[in-house]
């Protein structure tokens, strides 16, 4: 599980927060501190107050992955393989093991056609599936995902979504505006001005925001 408490950082102000194992999706308007969450959670900052623990350590203790929602701040090296390889390299995994590895996991994705892509001549949603396949590649114990969703058209991100469900990352935790997406996940948080409003299934906090504009198209239909 992972465990929040007394956390002050900017806007947030969060007392008490658990989150389950599962694809959590994190949504609120604009400025209510949801990408301040993300980068927390990812150990990428660290809380003024409070603590964050994940399965009892602290974030920058677990394996992270991180995708961030402006594609070229993603990028670290030269090429496509290169970038999704990284990772492997960095653990000093064996180059036959990361070629098997990383050949795999971009046949999962589709993206083998772009493996020797320079990738400043990626478009914008194509750094994004390299980013998140580099992310994945370490099978880490948290997958943090800043909106990398809002690069990809609908079929591409539903199956995106279906390889996240069959991996074996404990936590994913992503920030969406599509609340479609958002519905399909296990646990919802919705933050306002700092705070958790809402958490829970999708289906009790969408039926919290019935009537607004976070409430999923497919609800309101009774699809």
């Known amino acids: 599980m992972i465990s929040i408490r007394a956390l002050r950082q900017g806007v947030l102000d969060i007392e008490v ?93 589709r993206i083998s056609h772009l493996q020797n892509r320079g990738m400043q001549d990626l478009s914008g949603g194509e750094k994004i599936l390299t980013a998140l396949a580099a992310a994945i590649v370490c099978n880490p114990r948290i997958l943090v995902l800043d909106e990398y969703d809002s690069h990809l058209d609908e079929n591409r991100a539903r199956e995106i979504e279906e390889i996240l469900k069959k991996s074996t990352i404990p936590y994913i935790i992503r920030c969406t505006q599509q609340m479609e997406s958002a519905s399909r996940g296990n646990g919802i948080i919705y ?13 009790k906090v969408f039926a919290a925001l019935a009537g607004t504009a976070f409430y999923p198209f497919s609800m309101r239909c009774g699809i």
């Open 17 to 109: 927060l658990d989150i389950n194992p599962g694809i959590t999706s994190v949504i609120g308007p604009n400025g209510s501190g949801k990408t301040t969450l993300l980068r927390l959670l990812s150990g990428i900052s660290l809380p003024e107050c409070g603590t964050i623990f994940i399965d009892d350590l602290s974030p920058r203790a677990v394996e992270t992955g991180w995708v961030n929602e402006f594609p070229d701040r993603n990028i670290l090296f030269d090429t496509v393989a290169d970038e999704i390889a990284s990772p492997l390299r960095f653990h000093r995994v064996s180059c036959r093991e990361t070629d098997t590895l990383v050949t795999d996991l971009m046949t999962r994705m």
């Open 191 to 203: 933050l306002e001005n700092g705070r958790v409003v809402h958490q829970g299934s999708p289906d």
